[in-house]
């Protein structure tokens, strides 16, 4: 028989501090339903867990690199999906997510990149590892910018 692991409850100030968020942001994602408490107290307290504390982090992260709340539900919705059996499923997810942040970075750089003097603009993808280049290269190909150089 499996001995299930002792899981950590948290009220919703611990999980604020421990997330270095506020209570109120705790709140606005729980009535979003981008987070859930997994239990009630016996005073009828909502108590999130690790998870919770996990995804809460992760929001925390998407919001940072500019994901809408809709983006990051249809994320957190696929990362739910995510069994332990499909460990590469979630890293291609965590690779599409990667990507759709390197393109709205993109998106950002590309009216400035479009101000550049083509030698200016050469000048600067010279500084970039070949790697790096054409990542770049092959996002401005997707967004219909065209071949750079």
Do not use: C
């Amino acid at each position: 028989m499996k001995k299930r692991k002792e899981e950590n409850l948290y009220r919703i100030g611990e999980l604020a501090k421990l997330a270095n968020v506020s209570e109120r942001t705790i709140d606005y994602y729980t009535s979003l339903g981008l987070i859930a408490p997994a239990q009630r107290s016996l005073k009828n307290y909502r108590l999130y867990n690790d998870e919770t504390l996990l995804r809460l982090k992760r929001i925390i992260q998407m919001k940072s690199e500019k994901y809408s709340l809709d983006e990051i539900r249809d994320n957190l919705n696929e990362w739910n999906k995510v069994t332990d059996e499909e460990q590469m499923s979630q890293r291609f997810t965590a690779l599409q997510m990667h990507m759709q942040q390197l393109e709205r970075e993109v998106k950002e750089l590309s009216p400035i990149i479009d101000q550049m003097k083509p030698r200016q603009a050469k000048h600067l993808f010279k500084n970039l590892t070949p790697q790096s280049a054409a990542v770049i290269e092959a996002l401005l190909l997707l967004l219909g910018k065209g071949p750079f150089m």
